[in-house]
């Protein structure tokens, strides 16, 4: 008892020394060592913020006059790393997988770099990351599953790399997450259940396929973007996909899509604004409902399968200002309303089956397909004429 209280007070005192001295935990300074040592030296220029990164003295301490000058970003109490933001300085290596120790992370963003090999699982450890930005870089292998228990996620960015592999099915435990982009990898198969709180998605040029499952989009209220553009997917888009409830723009453009399905919105009310749906598989009519959807500003329906007329509803609908309808099979005369006065609607009705589509209109360039591929389009019948 009686050697207790110095004991506690020399503690303290010691305590108090410790953290004078050095400031940013000891777990903190060896992930941050592992991390540069994980990065090939000859490519760590001397100006980089990496190459600043000099361990002889302590990576939170103030001011910086010539070590860690860039890059890292500390806690008020000059203790933890919150931040790693890397310039893009071409750094070619590997994320370390201690970069787990880093535990009081809130961004993580290794953009416009070389960085190559697997996405860590053990990023999972990083409970507190809002931002994590991968972009541009040669990750490959899968997306890991254990990426998906980062309840704070709010922004992640793949996009860009090799990455491999299926979706995690655990994708929708991405609770906090708002944008996600997978964009410019080679993911494969279909789309998992998504995040309810999304508000851009965008898988743009992968390898996924199958169907568009509503499963997947159920609860998403908040989605904006979708961009799934040069993919794999196939069969029907059904009436439900542009009903979500804050849908503005959509991109499912150089998919085998072989049917759309287009309700009129509920209570006339939408914010969708551009569809493109161009290079797909599509059959049947032009879809007239699209026009009950007030803000539609830009249509793409180019290069698919499409027969019949244009709708004369599309040549009154006053907030169209671009519409490509090229590429398709379409005949019968377009409606004059598109070439009365001053044209307000650019884009193409080109490559189709039309007749009498004003030559000195830009819309009706490129000409129209030869008379013989119409004819045999058309089951021989003779119609339509050119
Ligand atoms: C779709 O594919 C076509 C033909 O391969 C290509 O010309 C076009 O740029 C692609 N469009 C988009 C939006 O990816
Ligand atoms: C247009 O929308 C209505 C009402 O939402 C629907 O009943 C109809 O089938 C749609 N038309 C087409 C051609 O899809």
Redo the contacts with the bound molecule.
């Keep these: 008892m009686q050697k207790a209280v110095p004991f506690t007070f020399c503690f303290l005192l010691l305590q108090l020394l410790v953290n004078i001295q050095a400031l940013t935990s000891p777990q903190d300074i060896s992930a941050l060592k592992a991390f540069k040592a994980a990065i090939k030296p000859n490519s760590i220029p001397p100006w980089s913020c990496l190459g600043s990164w000099d361990f002889s003295s302590d990576p939170c301490a103030l001011p910086r006059r010539s070590h860690f000058l860039c890059a890292v970003t500390c806690s008020p109490d000059s203790s933890r790393i919150i931040q790693i933001t890397l310039d893009a300085a071409s750094y070619s290596g590997q994320l370390t997988p201690l970069i787990s120790q880093l535990t009081q992370l809130t961004t993580l963003d290794l953009s416009d770099n070389n960085f190559f090999g697997p996405v860590p699982s053990s990023i999972s450890s990083l409970s507190n990351l809002q931002t994590l930005s991968l972009r541009s870089n040669w990750f490959s292998g899968p997306v890991p599953a254990s990426l998906t228990w980062l309840k704070s996620l709010e922004f992640l960015d793949l996009s860009h790399n090799s990455l491999t592999g299926t979706l995690p099915n655990t994708m929708n435990a991405l609770s906090s997450l708002s944008r996600l982009d997978l964009s410019y990898n080679k993911l494969t198969g279909s789309i998992p259940k998504l995040p309810s709180n999304l508000l851009e998605l965008a898988m743009k040029s992968n390898s996924l396929s199958g169907y568009i499952p509503k499963p997947s989009f159920d609860g998403l209220t908040r989605l904006e973007v979708i961009e799934l553009g040069e993919n794999s997917f196939t069969g029907t888009l059904e009436s439900w996909f542009f009903l979500l409830p804050s849908i503005q723009q959509v991109d499912l453009a150089n998919n085998s899509l072989t049917r759309v399905?287009?309700?009129?919105p509920i209570n006339g009310n939408s914010d969708l604004v551009a569809v493109d749906l161009g290079f797909n598989k599509i059959e049947g009519n032009v879809?007239?409902?699209f026009t009950d959807y007030p803000q539609l500003s830009s249509l793409s329906l180019r290069y698919n399968r499409l027969r019949g007329a244009i709708p004369l509803e599309y040549s009154k609908k006053k907030s169209l200002r671009r519409l490509f309808l090229d590429g398709n099979f379409l005949i019968g005369k377009p409606p004059a309303g598109f070439f009365a006065g001053s044209e307000v609607v650019s884009g193409s009705f080109g490559d189709n089956c039309l007749k009498g589509c004003p030559g000195k209109s830009q819309l009706c360039t490129p000409s129209q397909k030869p008379y013989a591929i119409c004819k045999q389009a058309y089951g021989g019948k003779g119609k339509p004429r050119s």
Excluded: A
């Excluded at 399905?261 to 009129?264: A, H, Q, V």
């Design positions: 399905e287009i309700s009129k879809p007239v409902n």
